[in-house]
């Protein structure tokens, strides 16, 4: 017998999973289910960041942005609507929750934020609403009416109330997005029987690859948009989306590494498993792939296009390749989060597999269509809510 | 058309007599065979004082589960009367017992195939090393004083009866699965059958009745106990109140298990 193949015999001897744990309960649905809102959370903050700390170059994609979000929250439950064994009884968390249950309030949390999100678009868009309702004919036209609320005053006085409004909701979205975010990990990091999850710093992690993956959208949505379209590119505000994805992706990759850090500097009785797992099961998915692939190489790739003078071309290529790697990352990272927490036993003597499938209830298939779907209504939004300040110059003047 | 209407009447006059034809024998059938009521005056009371009590909870009651794995000897007897007792799907365990094997190089190999359902026949052949000690540990609900499943559960389907049992109500689980990451122990899983979150019961429907948990009952060597912590008579009591060798599983996750182990040794976890 090899010495390989007798370190190999004693793993596998000791390799004793609880019968129960065998089966990952949490698949492929609740992978996305965190990449979704934290999409939704990370674009919602960009937009926040013209509205409310008017950082100017932003303003090409301020508006996008919110419909962005909206397009991604209108999705938000679908992965965990389908998760669930009863969907029919869904609603009875809100109806009825259980008050200590950590996951009980993200329908409150989700509504909430939902209805702010929506609210802020139409304030922002009600001008822009008006004067294409007034153009508009048929189906349009009423659908126009709907959104603009009724009110068709765009009297200077009626968009300094607007203003004041949005304003306040973009406020009120900032902590509600950071708690919709840092609450979604708080689901994780709260179940004290996970070693992997039991953290404090899992909040933290979770809201900043949110604006990580929000930032990284953006970025990736509006060039590729715009260059399809044959449009303008901003390269002011794609350079400034960039400075703040490389500063998020810099305190999101160091706390992601900190945290494992911790883990293995204190050396718990529990940091055995741990070490066989991210060593183990997760070596590819985590150290190849998240770490090795698609974060060392976004992580200095970003601080090159932040800091060294580029053309535009160059920035514009780079910017958007980088940031869907950012998008992979963050996708990887909720893969080795929910499935790698799961894949340990919580018998801390060994691991399970877990292989997804092409054609289940759960599987590859459907997780494509649900990531496909917000996309579609992306398009479909487009046809209501301009995305691009250029594309109305009369409206521009009155929104201006 | 109206020949065809005609028939549709015809046929439906039949099926309606036919079912108040049914309904009639069932409904006599009813009065002789007492629906729900199993006579269990043949049967004697294995729990002191349960049938007395009609109470919707049992308040006066304490109840502990007692695992001695000093005794345990691996047959795998409790884990079959389970299956019978609640068809429990395959590759699902409401209770399994796991073998321990411990080397003279502390290397511990545990194992439990098919939850030790069939029995622990042959030794393990495996070990490369001479064995220092072998044992047998039963699994089963916790009970927690505490439990992570009651709190997490978003909609109050696992909840805690007053009389201390950690339930399910399947009426209401929306199987989330949050209860199965939560459950320091892995007793939980989620029923494909019935597409809702199960566990162990420690058998409540037999208990309210007065009679033991179905493995506690098919134990041919005592090592699982069952009783009431109140009744200074009984054998549960009088374990944890003399000087025993008595702990819980994980006493650290604080959930406060009244499943108690007799000879627990630290490589369980």
């Avoid at chain 1, 508009?136 to 009724?150: I, N």
């Avoid at chain 1, 949505?221 to 794609?238: E, P």
């Avoid at chain 2, 009639?24 to 043949?42: M, N, Y």
Wanted: proline content about 6%; hydrophobic content about 45%.
């Amino acid at each position: 017998m090899s010495p390989e193949h007798g370190v190999a015999a004693a793993t596998a001897l000791t390799n004793y999973v609880f019968p129960n744990d065998i089966h990952v309960h949490w698949s492929l649905m609740i992978v996305l289910y965190p990449y979704i809102t934290g999409i939704v959370a990370g674009a919602f903050i960009v937009s926040s960041l013209y509205h409310v700390f008017h950082i100017e170059s932003l303003k090409p994609v301020s508006r996008y942005a919110l419909v962005f979000a909206l397009a991604f929250v209108a999705f938000a439950t679908a992965p965990l609507l389908n998760h669930l064994g009863h969907p029919e009884r869904a609603m009875s968390m809100m109806l009825t929750p259980n008050p200590t249950s950590a996951m009980a309030g993200f329908g409150y949390i989700y509504s909430a934020y939902s209805i702010v999100l929506i609210l802020e678009i139409l304030f922002i868009y009600r001008p822009t609403l008006v004067a294409l309702k007034q153009t508009a004919t048929g189906f349009k036209r009423k659908l126009y009416g709907m959104l603009t609320l009724g009110s068709d005053n765009v009297s200077e006085k009626s968009l300094a109330l607007d203003h004041k409004i949005i304003a306040f909701l973009a406020a009120i979205g900032i902590p509600m997005a950071c708690t919709l975010h840092g609450y979604v990990g708080f689901i994780f990091g709260g179940v004290k029987a996970n070693p992997m999850w039991a953290t404090p710093l899992m909040p933290v992690i979770f809201l900043l690859s949110a604006s990580v993956s929000g930032i990284a959208g953006i970025i990736f949505s509006y060039v590729l948009i715009k260059t399809f379209t044959g449009r303008f590119i901003d390269m002011d505000c794609v350079r400034t989306l960039i400075k703040f994805l490389w500063g998020c992706f810099i305190l999101d990759f160091v706390f992601e590494m900190l945290e494992l850090f911790s883990h293995a500097y204190m050396a718990t009785h529990h940091w055995e498993a741990l070490r066989d797992l991210y060593f183990g099961p997760l070596y590819s998915t985590f150290w190849i792939a998240q770490v090795g692939v698609f974060s060392v190489i976004p992580f200095v790739a970003l601080g090159i296009l932040s800091l060294v003078k580029l053309p535009d071309g160059v920035v514009k290529f780079f910017g958007s390749l980088i940031s869907l790697m950012i998008l992979v990352q963050v996708l990887l990272m909720r893969w080795n989060v929910v499935i790698g927490g799961q894949l340990m036993s919580k018998s801390e003597r060994g691991h399970t597999v877990f292989r997804p499938e092409w054609f289940e209830k759960e599987g590859i298939m459907v997780s494509i269509v649900i990531m496909l779907l917000p996309i579609i209504f992306l398009y479909i939004l487009s046809k209501v809510f301009p995305f691009w300040l250029d594309d109305e110059p009369a409206v521009e003047k009155q929104s201006a | 058309m109206i020949r065809a209407i005609e028939k549709e009447i015809s046929q439906d006059r039949r099926a309606f007599i036919k079912k108040v034809l049914g309904g009639t024998i069932a409904g006599s059938l009813l009065l002789v065979i007492p629906a729900g009521a199993v006579d269990l005056t043949g049967i004697p009371e294995q729990i002191p004082g349960m049938r007395g009590d009609t109470a919707p909870f049992i308040t006066k009651k304490k109840f502990a589960f007692i695992v001695d794995i000093t005794r345990c000897i691996g047959c795998g007897s409790c884990c079959v009367a389970d299956k019978n007792e609640y068809k429990v799907p395959d590759g699902m365990y409401r209770t399994w017992v796991e073998r321990y094997v411990i080397d003279d190089e502390d290397n511990v190999y545990v194992d439990s195939p098919n939850g030790g359902l069939d029995g622990y026949q042959e030794p393990r052949e495996d070990i490369p090393h001479p064995t220092r000690d072998t044992f047998f540990v039963p699994k089963l609900c916790n009970m927690c004083e505490h439990p992570s499943c009651v709190q997490v559960c978003p909609v109050g389907a696992t909840y805690q009866t007053e009389d201390g049992f950690v339930l399910v109500d399947s009426k209401r689980c929306v199987a989330c699965g949050y209860c199965v990451q939560a459950c320091p122990y892995s007793v939980r899983f989620i029923n494909p059958e019935t597409k809702t979150a199960d566990k162990c019961t420690w058998c409540y429907h037999r208990v309210r009745k007065g009679l033991l948990p179905a493995c506690v009952n098919v134990c041919p060597v005592q090592a699982r106990k069952f009783g009431d912590l109140n009744d200074k008579d009984s054998e549960v009591y009088n374990i944890l109140h003399q000087p025993h060798v008595v702990s819980v599983l994980k006493p650290g996750m604080g959930n406060k298990p009244a499943l108690h182990y007799v000879g627990l040794r630290r490589e369980v976890v």
